[in-house]
């Protein structure tokens, strides 16, 4: 999930170089892991830095790509403060999240402490299976998943017919398009949060499960008392990391309202962030507002980072 | 976002922004996004290399482009054409955008009417087609097209290809169904106004109990509001949106239209709005002239019960496209040769009498191919004669950079009240306010 950077330490070595052409070999050491780390910071720097410091540049001007760039100091973000479609996207993305993270969640807690039973036969099998949804194209689960939610044609309306519900519009409403693409996130990421769970709860000695049985701890007490203490510090990153994705989610909403992708839908109903910034930036080439946009995201993920960070340190504290 | 063919629901390219990994990653996402679709530019390469005689064509995918770039090379054997598909009008427009602003540029290009607008306000991006001889045909072509892409200095920015008329079709088996007349001319008295079109579908909708029309938004408004003598701008170029009665009257009857429960309310060109029409779900939708050839390919099995009558309300037109030459194309006189060959009032015709569309060259709509010309798929119905009434007595409107936003949020205000349960006595007034919100007005 996060990046993990894995520093290249030379080995010591076993006896001090001879005193002759100290300078040369010693310059070429000092040089050498420059070089070897240098691959990832260039690419960095041209895919990563450039581009990163280039979007706060452009955020300041009225940028038409074809056209003429005229800077106009803070009026994007001005602008965009002023702008119910930002505020409709913010609040979009933040239902969206909450309706993927907490089922997601609760789902990957549950899941996690049944595959960890001991007695649980086939396993690996099992472990294995809930990560499938993970690596299935993003693109082919929201055409499957707007095809069985849809109005007319869908099986979910179908089988909600069956039992007399009128049919649902999942995706002109604004609850049912949330619902459906929570229901994406959902299924997509509810396995990889399971296996983080898993991992973590393995660290945990059976003896200690074993110990709560005997002195008559029943299955709840045993997840209330063990399995959530002693995932306390992966809960909090899941969190943190569902939160930074839910604010970036994207292909899901641009899928569905296939009349009018862009927007998800008339009346914006399921338009995210991310894809809010995507239309002006690549559906109106309003690409100084588009980057204004951009910035905002990225104040919002910092501040969330940070809060991480804190509550991180509180959890260290508490030990 | 109308194109002269479907609109696909997967755009190709901008679809795997995944799930973060660091938190760097999100205010990475407009230049991540600037790069994918740098990355997304199509088809470089090849084609139009040296000879200065062959050249690379960006068109439009599901318009059967390929059948006129294949008679071309028939002709010329020795001319190589680069044909690249590079998606939904839409989406042509927004590539074409990323290449003008920074990446390998084609020799020719497709643009959509309602595209072209934007295009038109930056004319240096683009080879002045008076500089290869546009003045010489200029006067080939119907005046109220030639004009829209011609710049304010009167550079000569795309040649006209094809103009859509309007037209209604419709399934005469639902109507045979529904005790209403199947003949042409007899359906086209049903409906003199739109008014009257509305009182049709609620004769259709008690008879049979099902959808009349597939939605308000498209197949009403959107007709109703290019039937108009002035739209989104005035002659002078000003803003009036918002207080043309026109626009009012087009966008109220959409409204009646979306209220009177005679929609399936199917957005046009939606996956599901492409099951409903092979399914029959709705019996008529507003057809222009290329949009024949998405009804035969969407549902080929409703060959024969299809037939085309009159639009209601007079005259107007939906679609047509232009062909450009950017200015850093490599070789603009071998895309202009292709031009002026095929776009000639004899090259449309026979463009005509391949696919269907309709020619922006009023000089053959006389010739007996176009007029007596009739659609076995729609009955025999004499489209080449509907579809050029359709465009007689239409009153030219200037078309201005903003006119497909404002266009799309009174679309969408009318689907709202269609499919999302808005307020019908709101709609407008939450129109123009997402429209000034929208280009900044």
């Given at each position: 999930m996060s990046g993990v950077v894995v520093a290249l330490v030379p080995a010591p070595r076993a006896a001090p170089p001879a005193p002759v052409r100290r300078t040369a070999r010693g310059l070429g050491e000092r040089l050498a892991p420059y070089a070897y780390i240098a691959p990832f910071f260039v690419l960095f720097g041209i895919f990563g830095l450039f581009p990163f410091a280039f979007t706060f540049y452009v955020a300041l001007f009225d940028w038409n790509p074809i056209g003429d760039q005229v800077f106009i100091g803070v009026d994007n973000f001005t602008r965009m403060f002023a702008d119910p479609r930002f505020w409709n996207a913010a609040r979009n993305t933040v239902s969206i999240w909450f309706l993927s993270t907490v089922p997601q969640l609760s789902l990957a807690l549950v899941l996690a402490h049944v595959l960890n039973h001991a007695r649980l036969r086939f396993a690996l099998f099992f472990r294995m299976s809930v990560l499938v949804p993970y690596v299935t194209s993003v693109a082919a689960t929201a055409i499957v998943f707007a095809q069985l939610f849809d109005?007319?044609?869908?099986m979910l309306n179908w089988l909600l017919g069956l039992v007399g519900v009128a049919p649902v519009d999942f995706v002109q409403s604004t609850a049912g398009s949330h619902v459906l693409i929570a229901t994406m996130v959902t299924w997509r990421w509810f396995g990889y949060t399971t296996l983080l769970y898993l991992a973590s709860l393995q660290a945990v000695p059976l003896a200690v499960y074993e110990a709560a049985a005997i002195d008559g701890a029943g299955p709840w007490q045993r997840f209330r008392h063990i399995t959530i203490p002693s995932l306390r510090p992966v809960i909090i990153f899941t969190v943190v990391t569902s939160t930074i994705g839910g604010l970036q989610i994207f292909t899901e909403p641009l899928l569905i309202a296939t009349g009018a992708p862009l927007t998800c839908g008339a009346v914006r109903q399921c338009q995210t962030l991310t894809l809010f910034l995507y239309e002006q930036g690549?559906?109106?080439?309003?690409f100084g507002y588009g980057s204004a946009v951009g910035v905002a995201l990225f104040a919002m993920v910092v501040v969330i980072a940070a809060v991480n960070y804190l509550l991180a340190g509180r959890i260290r504290a508490d030990r | 976002m109308w194109s002269s063919g479907r609109e696909f629901p997967i755009s190709a390219c901008p679809k795997t922004l995944e799930k973060p990994v660091t938190f760097r990653v999100p205010l990475l996402l407009v230049v991540g996004a600037l790069a994918l679709s740098a990355a997304c530019t199509p088809g470089t390469g090849g084609g139009g290399g040296g000879d200065g005689r062959s050249f690379e064509f960006w068109s439009f995918a599901a318009i059967n482009q390929k059948v006129s770039v294949d008679a071309y090379h028939g002709k010329h054997p020795d001319v190589q054409v680069k044909l690249t598909e590079v998606g939904t009008s839409t989406e042509t427009a927004q590539a074409l955008t990323t290449a003008l602003a920074g990446g390998k540029v084609p020799d020719l290009v497709l643009i959509q009417g309602d595209n072209l607008p934007k295009f038109v306000q930056q004319p240096q991006n683009f080879v002045d087609l008076r500089t290869l001889g546009a003045d010489d045909v200029k006067?080939?072509?119907l005046d109220w097209v030639m004009k829209q892409s011609i710049a304010k200095d009167g550079e000569v920015l795309g040649m006209p290809t094809d103009v859509g008329g309007m037209a209604i079709a419709y399934r005469t088996d639902l109507f045979a169904a529904a005790g209403l007349p199947t003949d042409p001319a007899a359906a086209s008295a049903l409906w003199p106004s739109w008014d009257a079109f509305i009182e049709t579908g609620k004769r259709y909708k008690q008879a049979t109990g099902k959808a009349f029309l597939d939605n308000a938004a498209t197949s009403v408004f959107y007709q109703a509001v290019n039937?108009?003598?002035?739209?989104?701008?005035?002659d002078a170029r000003n803003l009036v949106y918002d207080r043309n009665p026109q626009v009012r009257a087009a966008f109220d009857l959409g409204v009646k239209a979306a209220t009177a429960g005679i929609t399936a309310g199917q957005s046009s060109f939606e996956t599901a709005w492409s099951a409903g029409l092979a399914q029959g779900q709705y019996a008529a939708v507003a057809a222009p002239s290329w949009m024949l050839n998405t009804i035969r390919s969407t549902a080929p099995d409703t060959k024969g019960k299809w037939a085309i009558a009159k639009i209601p309300g007079g005259a107007g037109n939906w679609g047509g496209s232009y062909l450009a030459i950017p200015k850093r194309a490599k070789n603009p006189q071998a895309a202009w040769d292709y031009i002026k060959e095929m776009q000639s009032p004899q090259g449309q015709l026979e463009h005509f009498t391949r696919v269907g569309a309709l020619p922006?060259?009023?000089?053959?709509?006389?010739d007996d191919k176009l007029a007596s010309s009739k659609d076995p798929f729609f009955s025999d119905a004499p489209t080449g004669k509907i579809y050029t009434d359709s465009l007689l007595g239409l009153k030219p409107f200037y078309i201005g950079p903003d006119s497909a936003t404002i266009g799309q949020e009174f679309l969408n205000a009318i689907t709202n009240v269609e499919q999302s349960g808005g307020d019908p006595a709101t709609a407008w007034d939450d129109a123009v306010r997402n429209i000034k919100t929208a280009i900044g007005g």
């Amino acid at each position: 999930m996060s990046g993990v950077v894995v520093a290249l330490v030379p080995a010591p070595r076993a006896a001090p170089p001879a005193p002759v052409r100290r300078t040369a070999r010693g310059l070429g050491e000092r040089l050498a892991p420059y070089a070897y780390i240098a691959p990832f910071f260039v690419l960095f720097g041209i895919f990563g830095l450039f581009p990163f410091a280039f979007t706060f540049y452009v955020a300041l001007f009225d940028w038409n790509p074809i056209g003429d760039q005229v800077f106009i100091g803070v009026d994007n973000f001005t602008r965009m403060f002023a702008d119910p479609r930002f505020w409709n996207a913010a609040r979009n993305t933040v239902s969206i999240w909450f309706l993927s993270t907490v089922p997601q969640l609760s789902l990957a807690l549950v899941l996690a402490h049944v595959l960890n039973h001991a007695r649980l036969r086939f396993a690996l099998f099992f472990r294995m299976s809930v990560l499938v949804p993970y690596v299935t194209s993003v693109a082919a689960t929201a055409i499957v998943f707007a095809q069985l939610f849809d109005r007319d044609y869908g099986m979910l309306n179908w089988l909600l017919g069956l039992v007399g519900v009128a049919p649902v519009d999942f995706v002109q409403s604004t609850a049912g398009s949330h619902v459906l693409i929570a229901t994406m996130v959902t299924w997509r990421w509810f396995g990889y949060t399971t296996l983080l769970y898993l991992a973590s709860l393995q660290a945990v000695p059976l003896a200690v499960y074993e110990a709560a049985a005997i002195d008559g701890a029943g299955p709840w007490q045993r997840f209330r008392h063990i399995t959530i203490p002693s995932l306390r510090p992966v809960i909090i990153f899941t969190v943190v990391t569902s939160t930074i994705g839910g604010l970036q989610i994207f292909t899901e909403p641009l899928l569905i309202a296939t009349g009018a992708p862009l927007t998800c839908g008339a009346v914006r109903q399921c338009q995210t962030l991310t894809l809010f910034l995507y239309e002006q930036g690549f559906g109106e080439f309003e690409f100084g507002y588009g980057s204004a946009v951009g910035v905002a995201l990225f104040a919002m993920v910092v501040v969330i980072a940070a809060v991480n960070y804190l509550l991180a340190g509180r959890i260290r504290a508490d030990r | 976002m109308w194109s002269s063919g479907r609109e696909f629901p997967i755009s190709a390219c901008p679809k795997t922004l995944e799930k973060p990994v660091t938190f760097r990653v999100p205010l990475l996402l407009v230049v991540g996004a600037l790069a994918l679709s740098a990355a997304c530019t199509p088809g470089t390469g090849g084609g139009g290399g040296g000879d200065g005689r062959s050249f690379e064509f960006w068109s439009f995918a599901a318009i059967n482009q390929k059948v006129s770039v294949d008679a071309y090379h028939g002709k010329h054997p020795d001319v190589q054409v680069k044909l690249t598909e590079v998606g939904t009008s839409t989406e042509t427009a927004q590539a074409l955008t990323t290449a003008l602003a920074g990446g390998k540029v084609p020799d020719l290009v497709l643009i959509q009417g309602d595209n072209l607008p934007k295009f038109v306000q930056q004319p240096q991006n683009f080879v002045d087609l008076r500089t290869l001889g546009a003045d010489d045909v200029k006067g080939d072509y119907l005046d109220w097209v030639m004009k829209q892409s011609i710049a304010k200095d009167g550079e000569v920015l795309g040649m006209p290809t094809d103009v859509g008329g309007m037209a209604i079709a419709y399934r005469t088996d639902l109507f045979a169904a529904a005790g209403l007349p199947t003949d042409p001319a007899a359906a086209s008295a049903l409906w003199p106004s739109w008014d009257a079109f509305i009182e049709t579908g609620k004769r259709y909708k008690q008879a049979t109990g099902k959808a009349f029309l597939d939605n308000a938004a498209t197949s009403v408004f959107y007709q109703a509001v290019n039937q108009v003598s002035e739209k989104y701008y005035d002659d002078a170029r000003n803003l009036v949106y918002d207080r043309n009665p026109q626009v009012r009257a087009a966008f109220d009857l959409g409204v009646k239209a979306a209220t009177a429960g005679i929609t399936a309310g199917q957005s046009s060109f939606e996956t599901a709005w492409s099951a409903g029409l092979a399914q029959g779900q709705y019996a008529a939708v507003a057809a222009p002239s290329w949009m024949l050839n998405t009804i035969r390919s969407t549902a080929p099995d409703t060959k024969g019960k299809w037939a085309i009558a009159k639009i209601p309300g007079g005259a107007g037109n939906w679609g047509g496209s232009y062909l450009a030459i950017p200015k850093r194309a490599k070789n603009p006189q071998a895309a202009w040769d292709y031009i002026k060959e095929m776009q000639s009032p004899q090259g449309q015709l026979e463009h005509f009498t391949r696919v269907g569309a309709l020619p922006s060259t009023p000089s053959v709509y006389q010739d007996d191919k176009l007029a007596s010309s009739k659609d076995p798929f729609f009955s025999d119905a004499p489209t080449g004669k509907i579809y050029t009434d359709s465009l007689l007595g239409l009153k030219p409107f200037y078309i201005g950079p903003d006119s497909a936003t404002i266009g799309q949020e009174f679309l969408n205000a009318i689907t709202n009240v269609e499919q999302s349960g808005g307020d019908p006595a709101t709609a407008w007034d939450d129109a123009v306010r997402n429209i000034k919100t929208a280009i900044g007005g």
